[in-house]
């Protein structure tokens, strides 16, 4: 981090909000640039093509929600959105446009910190238990290759975000293993749920990589639902077991 300060777009119409975290941010090692709405986000997140983007949802001129959609379109970089409202299904909506996770406000500063180095460690992350030493898996008409973390269907390369391919990385690990919605979640974004409702970000992007992988989302193949318990993926049968 000494050679590369990573850089995180903070992007809030409210100035005093961008000011501590713009102060905090910087003063743990980060790289900080600001914009106050939606429009002048996309045009500084072009300039600047910051690691990581912690997204306001209520702005003026272009809403949280049309940023994130505008970003996923042209970029796979992660996104933590901040929103104040009070209806859940309004905050699952972030995630479904692409966004990493949420932080409700109002929100500790430190909360927000700590969800900005998991998401940003876990998006670096590689090599997981279960891999074999080529980095290649392949099943079917998908192939996953963790050490470019690049999936392909079809030769198709299909666009996963990091934190997507994370959890797919984290599925086909232990393939043929259920996981919890809890234990993805502090696997992947690193904090244990304190809400049933925390673990609904499981579920959105469960709901997202099978969209981009299943031929039939509806009734996937792949990414199993392991009932009463979380998700799985299918067993892997390795070639010297057939």
Not at 132 to 139: A, H, T
């Amino acid at each position: 981090m000494e050679n590369h300060k990573e850089t995180i777009l903070v992007v809030d119409d409210e100035a005093s909000i961008r000011r501590i975290l713009e102060t905090r941010l910087s003063m743990i090692g980060y790289d900080v640039v600001t914009a106050a709405d939606g429009e002048e986000a996309l045009e500084t997140f072009r300039e600047t093509c910051p690691d990581l983007v912690v997204l306001d949802v209520m702005m003026p001129k272009l809403d949280g929600y049309g940023v994130c959609q505008e970003l996923r379109k042209e970029s796979d970089v992660p996104i933590i959105m901040l929103t104040a409202l009070g209806d859940v299904a309004d905050r699952i909506t972030g995630l479904e446009l692409g966004a990493d996770d949420y932080v409700v406000k109002p929100f500790s500063p430190k909360e927000l910190e700590a969800r900005i180095r998991s998401v940003l460690r876990r998006v670096d992350k590689n090599g997981l238990n279960g891999i074999p030493s080529s980095g290649v898996i392949q099943i079917a008409t998908i192939k996953i290759d963790t050490n470019k973390r690049q999936v392909y269907k079809s030769d198709e390369r299909i666009r996963l975000t990091g934190m997507e391919f994370s959890l797919l990385e984290l599925l086909v690990s232990r393939s043929g293993e259920p996981f919890s919605r809890s234990e993805i979640l502090q696997e992947v974004w690193g904090y244990t749920p304190e809400r049933h409702v925390d673990t609904r970000v499981v579920d959105v992007h469960i709901s997202r990589l099978r969209a981009k992988l299943e031929e039939d989302p509806s009734n996937p193949e792949l990414i199993l639902t392991a009932r009463g318990t979380g998700y799985l993926f299918q067993r892997i049968i390795e070639p010297d077991e057939i």
